[in-house]
């Protein structure tokens, strides 16, 4: 079905380019004015209006073969095949004497694992992030390759939501049986991106293959290390360590050989990056072939990383040889810690914690951070606490037991130290307290990754149960115990009270499937 698909929409168009190289269709982009070019080369684009995922119109199509794999709800929601066959034919009705763009790429670099997904787009910009974004297949590859996958993208294409029957006149629709996802009405690339890993987290976990939202990276001694956070947290900025080698920043996979880049490349959040704190990741910001999404530019071609007029969500993407001390084989070893990332806006959680295996399930299904404005459209201008099941459930399509369960094996059996860690706020709540300095936390990290916090005495966190560093070197030690960093204790003790409960209030829809270990490892209320 796919190859007709593809036939239906190809056959249409006045034309069809096909695997062009990253700087041919860098040339097309700017060329063509769907960009502009920075003093230092990079292309600089516009995503319009929408400047993040649009996550209330993503759907999956209910079909008879894979409506039981589903865990259908808020972020996985049904579609009918009926609305499904009429977002298709305006698909192929708006392909007709259109230019278009085919790329066949791979998401996954553990070749054994991987997907090959042949993605057609309607600007030459998309092709470049999509190449960019996920794995480049090698010309023998590229000779025999087969797409299991058809993602189109159409970013000028609208809906009617009273025909199509979608939220509004954009969608993602995924249709497991056709083998295929139509993206339309936005023009953000990371659309494309999370399409394939959506469809990763699907199929990998037969495979007894888990598949993660986090970035890696490996220290001299092959020890790996795990980071999961959602957007905003501090995952690329934390994995992109100069002593320390990056596998990958958002998405792998973790198989009995060990782990594996889904991606070819990053896609750094931009907003006031600093050239001091994160020297690799600035410097992409001036390299020819990287994209700039929605930062500010004038007209000397300077980049305004600070300027958050557009939204707060700019981005950068750029394949992973733009970062120094990659490991370009995009594998290495099984992990020997986890670090789960949070940006606490309550300013309760302490910057580093040690959990027990049946914490790190607890927490990882619990999967609390901050949604800061900007990362999804609908947001309002403050952040909201809030629970993504596995640090990632719009992306998941399982039932998120299936996930933990897996990621609670591969710990077990590999003996994998775990970490809570708050980039979030210290001092008070957000827009009281101060987010806490990407120095401390890198210092922390450092600690926890080099075995320096095994040895340190630690105490039990009175409203969470974890363990928490009394003294590291270099930190200030008021900082480790967040209620010293309140002026007013009781606002403190207040807060730490209504977290805890929004912590009990959540976990109770897995209460009845997780063992009474992990459901006696949150916070007690007090």
């Not at 007709?4 to 249409?12: D, M, V």
């Not at 991106?193 to 976990?205: G, H, Q, R, W």
Request: proline share 4%; with cysteine; net charge negative.
């Amino acid at each position: 079905m796919e190859n007709t698909i593809n036939s239906l929409i190809l056959e249409k168009a006045n034309s069809v380019r096909r695997n062009l190289t990253s700087d041919e269709l860098y040339e097309i982009a700017h060329t063509t004015n769907e960009g502009k070019l920075s003093k230092h080369g990079a292309l600089v684009v516009n995503t319009g209006k929408h400047t993040g995922r649009s996550a209330n119109d993503k759907f999956f199509v209910k079909e008879q073969n894979n409506e039981k794999k589903i865990h259908w709800g808020d972020t996985n929601v049904p579609i009918s095949e009926e609305n499904y066959e009429k977002i298709l034919k305006s698909f192929i009705d708006y392909a007709e004497n259109k230019d278009l763009f085919v790329h066949d790429l791979l998401g996954g670099a553990d070749r054994e694992n991987s997907l090959s997904v042949s993605i057609i787009t309607e600007y030459a910009w998309h092709g470049l992030f999509a190449r960019h974004l996920l794995v480049r297949p090698n010309e023998e590859e590229i000779k025999n390759f087969s797409s299991e996958f058809t993602i189109i993208n159409f970013p000028n294409l609208k809906m009617d939501p009273d025909y199509h029957g979608t939220r509004s006149e954009t969608v993602i629709t995924v249709n497991l049986d056709k083998k295929i996802i139509l993206i339309a009405g936005t023009k953000y690339a990371g659309e494309t991106k999370k399409s394939v890993f959506t469809l990763l987290n699907f199929i990998l976990p037969e495979k007894n293959i888990m598949p993660m939202h986090c970035s890696v990276n490996t220290g001299n001694n092959g020890d790996s290390a795990i980071f999961f956070g959602l957007s905003g947290t501090g995952k690329t900025t934390l994995s992109a360590d100069p002593n320390r080698s990056l596998l990958g920043d958002d998405e792998h996979g973790w198989s009995d050989q060990g782990l594996f880049n889904f991606e070819g490349g990053c896609y750094a959040k931009l907003i006031r990056l600093s050239k001091e704190a994160e020297p690799e990741i600035y410097a992409t910001t001036q390299m020819k072939n990287s994209v700039i999404e929605n930062v500010v530019m004038n007209e000397k071609g300077d980049l305004d990383l600070d300027d958050n007029s557009l939204t707060e969500n700019t981005r950068g993407a750029y394949p992973l040889d733009f970062i120094p001390g990659v490991t370009l084989s995009g594998k290495t070893s099984h992990p020997k810690n986890i670090i789960m990332l949070t940006a606490d806006a309550f300013g309760i959680l302490p910057p580093i914690a040690k959990l027990t295996p049946a914490q790190a399930m607890y927490h990882f299904l619990s999967g609390y951070t901050a949604k800061v404005a900007g990362t999804e459209i609908g947001l309002s201008n403050e952040p909201q606490a809030t629970f993504s099941t596995c640090f990632g459930a719009p992306f998941m399509p399982r039932n998120p037991i299936e996930y933990g369960n897996l990621l609670k094996e591969k710990i077990s059996k590999h003996n994998v130290n775990c970490w809570l860690v708050n980039t979030g706020w210290s001092g008070g709540v957000y827009g009281i307290g101060k987010r806490i300095s990407i120095k401390d936390t890198r210092t922390l990290l450092n600690a926890a990754l080099s075995g320096e916090i095994d040895n340190i005495e630690m105490r039990k966190d009175s409203n969470f149960g974890f363990s928490v560093p009394l003294i590291v070197k270099n930190i200030d030690s008021n900082i480790l115990d967040p209620r010293n960093t309140w002026q007013n204790k009781d606002d403190y003790d207040r807060q730490a009270k209504k977290l805890v409960q929004m912590f009990i209030d959540n976990f109770v829809k897995f209460e009845s499937d997780v063992e009474e270990q992990v459901r006696k490892s949150g916070p007690v209320s007090n």
